[in-house]
């Protein structure tokens, strides 16, 4: 049964429904801030997404390369925290980076990226999810259209819209090796899905979507409005976008992989509750609900850590 | 065992190999013709292929696109001409199409396509197969990187490289539509594929290709040689691009269909002998064999025959 004061149904109706957005977008009390410029601030608030590209230097794309690869290669079998690509063997991503390695821990507490986060919600934060995606060349699959704000909330019990997700490219993104594709101002719609969820869908769900989908019409609506925006350039590069920004990408049958680590900043006011699909949570390497203290700032960069 | 006389054997070595072309790209004898000019013919010799952006009118477009969705909703089911996507309902591609409508038996026929196609090859030509492709918005599949050649060669014995295959788009192909994807120079090696074939395999590998598929060293090296080129643009451009020109598209989650026609011109002088994989010949609504009767231009337009 629908929760009557639940601000974000989904998947408790027989039809899709496109819901507005109860909350902002930038939380700020001023229009700039954060090392964000107010253009910057007002194109994240318009388009729910912003590109920063080449922001980290070479020598520490290198850094955090290595480190990527040194976790998948250390042993980690499928599991919370390891996902494999469906028909094969291919470590597909790793969750909760930022608790198994230093660096990857000092990368989400850089202050260049700490004081953006802040900014935009507009208080202190911690980290709700991290992840390496390594997303292999030849045999990448798709990740299908999703908010992730849909699954936290309905399965992790995120309460409102005071999150976001910084995603900093490790290897190019260019037009072959499937990019994260953003539809522009989806952010402002809330897709309540049809349907259920079925228990421990999420071992299943991230292999390979298949419930909490969005529909058809929802998504021909939100990009004929938006249109789709692939930011593509050079390893270093930095999405940030709002835990509502309908994203998705393709398949990557190129020789380019496509190798990305995403750090998921949310409000210590927006702490998890119970989950509003009435399952069981979800476990902690994908959804932190351990410890909501706020993230201080790394007092040794990633870079002098890994000498 | 290895056909000791076969120029072209794969699906026979335990080991995939780079040969070498042992044919002509272009067989014209002269620099330019049929339409095209020394730079088209000397691009497609070096890269084996060409794009020709907008070539057809709108109003031509518009017809084609009709005549696809008449065929489409023509209750076709899935058999000899009719491919369904992996799971679901929806039809990937008609074969044949020059047979079963008289709109792309004359498209096939037109005399702008049919004098590039005779100048390139060299010879009169044949129709060796002929389809629509629909790739639907949101549930695309990607088409694995393969060689058109390899596969004609050993599962529809097609003796030597000279056929081409004509793209035309009936959609505008984006970068976010999983448009054809090819590696220019690669038509110059042959990619010789491990394994063998299963008896009936055309059955699976049309829907999904899990047999003759190149390795990822072979692909490797022609992308680095010759790295990646997607041609995009409105519906009505054509790429034409040579049998062994190494290709592949990847996922369409897009809500944009990504819909071509395909017509695949072989010499007459090249017709189809028994299979050099030593199977029997898949049917004749993926490799003709019934006639090798030199196409003759069309006499009425296909516009004008829609009317």
């Known amino acids: 049964m629908p929760v009557l004061h639940d601000a974000y149904p989904s998947r408790v109706f027989d039809q899709p429904q496109l819901l507005p957005r109860r909350d902002p977008v930038v939380y700020a009390d001023r229009p700039a801030g ?31 390369l290595r480190e990527m690869r040194r976790l998948a290669a250390s042993g980690l079998r499928q599991g919370d925290e390891v996902v494999i690509e469906p028909e094969s063997d291919i470590v597909r991503s790793i969750f909760r980076v930022h608790a198994l390695s230093l660096v990857f821990d000092s990368l989400c507490r850089d202050p260049r990226l700490l004081q953006m986060a802040r900014f ?28 992730d704000f849909e699954t936290w909330h309905v399965e992790d019990g995120m309460p409102r819209m005071r999150a ?5 490219a490790l290897t190019e993104n260019n037009e072959f090796n499937g990019p994260l594709m953003v539809v522009p101002g989806s952010h402002r719609h809330y897709v309540a899905c049809v349907g ?22 929802s998504l021909a609506r939100l990009v004929a409005e938006g249109g789709i925006v692939a930011p593509k350039g050079p390893g270093g590069s930095v999405v940030i976008f709002d835990c509502n920004t309908m994203h ?13 680590v995403f750090c998921v900043y949310n409000s210590v006011e927006n702490a998890l509750q119970e989950p509003f699909g009435g399952q069981p949570p979800r476990p902690e ?23």
Request: charged share 25%.
């Open 34 to 64: 954060g090392g964000l410029s107010p253009d910057q601030v007002a194109f994240y608030e318009e388009n729910g997404y912003l590109f920063l590209k080449q922001f980290f230097r070479e020598e520490e794309v290198d850094v955090l």
């Open 196 to 217: 259920r969820t079925p228990e421990h869908h999420y071992l299943q769900s991230l292999r390979q979507q298949e419930y909490g989908v969005p529909d058809d019409d």
């Open 164 to 168: 976001l997700s910084m995603s900093i």
């Open 248 to 260: 998705g990408s393709n398949s990557n049958i190129s020789p380019y992989p496509r190798s990305n």
């Open 285 to 307: 390497s994908i959804a932190a609900r351990g410890s909501f203290v706020p993230l201080t700032p790394a007092e040794r960069g990633f870079v002098a850590l890994a000498e």
């Open 120 to 147: 935009l919600v507009g208080d202190e934060v911690y980290i709700h999810q991290s992840r390496v995606n390594l997303k292999p060349g030849f045999r990448g699959k798709e990740f299908y259209w999703h908010s």
